[in-house]
């Protein structure tokens, strides 16, 4: 009987043209402490982290036999949360490519990811209705919190003031207390689901993403902040919703739509983005607009009101000398609206569908506009702030070997 050869067994080497896979989201990170050259992306049950100067693979978080559906990034860039289509969580240290530590809670995929300003804590949503809060030093879980009826689209960390957001399918934006575990608040000014939410400017506006093509801007004031505030910042007009019930004034939180950003997109908002000075917002939909918008500081905004006041003035003495002036439009209320606070950037037309954005506003005041196509491309853009500059394209990384 002859002797029997022996053959090496066959393994997969990797996901092979996969550059970034549509149902997962991207985000910046950090690598050697070098900042705005990295995005990293889902690819099938990988992580993958391009890089961007070179546009070649910087490094692989690898995964076994699960989809990655969420990406989140640490502040200190140190580590990267992965959340997959079991509900599991995967939290990796950059530095080894090793798993730290690995959450087990949810029973279905996880759809949002969060880290706190000093990532100690991780705020996760999944499509079983839940949110949950991790622990992330001690590698546990500390709260979940119940009472949304659809699948969770965003949570948030309010710092400072001990709450988290989170906003679902059901229509409504839910206020949680962390110590408590209960709601103490709920939005609901949303005929349709809430498909994205933000906090912009220091925490202090709230903005919702639904099926229409406005986006609704609410302002937070916190009872215990009232008496600290500027008054140039409560002068913002207030929109108060049929829904206010009368125990607002008394509630820990006030909360009021101060009014909406129109958008140039088509469909649903499918996402909201912003940079960690939570100064830009990127909003894109069903099509291939990415539009930006820039939360203004407090003394820049009073310019662009007395600006506005300064020409309405002037439109007014030219109508009272032809005679055509009325008595209401003699009366100029000289107050902030959002019109002075939000101004409209320049929006980027790419050439596919949006699949998800990242943004990074650097020291020099240039933002780097990270997207992922529904046509397997990253792109990497670049504009500067305040000059109305065009928009660059730094990178794009398109099917490698075809």
């Excluded at 959450?103 to 969060?114: D, E, M, N, W």
């Excluded at 839940?130 to 659809?150: M, P």
């Excluded at 309010?158 to 209960?182: L, M, R, Y």
């Excluded at 309405?312 to 055509?324: D, H, P, V, W």
Aim: glycine share 8%.
């Amino acid at each position: 009987m002859g002797l029997t050869k022996q053959y090496l067994r066959y393994v997969p080497s990797g996901t092979f043209n996969v550059i970034a896979s549509a149902d997962c989201n991207s985000t910046h990170v950090s690598l050697n402490g070098i900042s705005g050259r990295y995005i990293a992306v889902g690819g099938c049950e990988h992580v993958i982290i391009w890089d961007m100067r070179l546009g070649e693979k910087a490094q692989v978080l690898p995964g076994e036999n699960v989809v990655v559906s969420q990406i989140a990034a640490s502040p200190s860039g140190n580590h990267v949360a992965v959340g997959y289509v079991d509900g599991n969580i995967n939290v990796f240290e950059l530095v080894n490519n090793e798993v730290v530590c690995v959450f087990a809670g949810h029973k279905s995929a996880v759809t949002c990811l969060q880290y706190d300003e000093h990532g100690h804590r991780l705020l996760s949503g999944s499509k079983d209705t839940e949110v949950i809060l991790w622990d992330v030093v001690a590698e546990t879980g500390v709260a979940r919190f119940s009472g949304h009826k659809g699948a969770i689209t965003s949570v948030l960390f309010v710092n400072g003031k001990n709450c988290v957001v989170s906003a679902s399918k059901d229509t409504f934006v839910k206020f949680w207390d962390i110590e408590t575990k209960h709601c103490f608040k709920t939005l609901g000014g949303h005929q349709m689901e809430v498909w994205s939410a933000v906090l912009l400017k220091e925490e202090r506006y709230l903005v919702t993403g639904s099926m229409d093509q406005e986006l609704r801007v609410w302002k937070l004031n916190w009872t215990a902040d009232v008496k600290d505030e500027d008054k140039l910042a409560r002068q913002l007009e207030i929109v108060k919703l049929e829904e206010t019930d009368n125990v607002e004034d008394s509630s820990v939180l006030q909360c009021h739509q101060v009014g909406t950003l129109i958008r140039g997109g088509k469909g649903r908002v499918v996402g909201l983005t912003t940079d960690l000075g939570q100064t830009v917002l990127a909003c894109f939909g069903t099509d291939s607009l990415l539009e930006l918008f820039e939360f203004c500081s407090d003394q820049e905004a009073k310019v662009r009101m007395d600006k506005r006041i300064k020409k309405q003035r002037k439109k007014l003495a030219k109508l009272k000398e032809s005679g055509e002036a009325d008595l209401e439009s003699t009366e100029i209320a000289e107050l902030l609206t959002l019109t002075d606070e939000v101004k409209r950037m320049t929006s980027i037309k790419l050439e596919s569908k949006i699949k998800s954005s990242t943004l990074l506003l650097g020291t020099t005041g240039e933002l780097r506009v990270g997207v992922t196509l529904a046509n397997n491309t990253v792109e990497l853009h670049s504009l500067k702030m305040g000059d109305g500059s065009e928009v660059k394209c730094l990178k794009q990384v398109t099917q490698p070997g075809h």
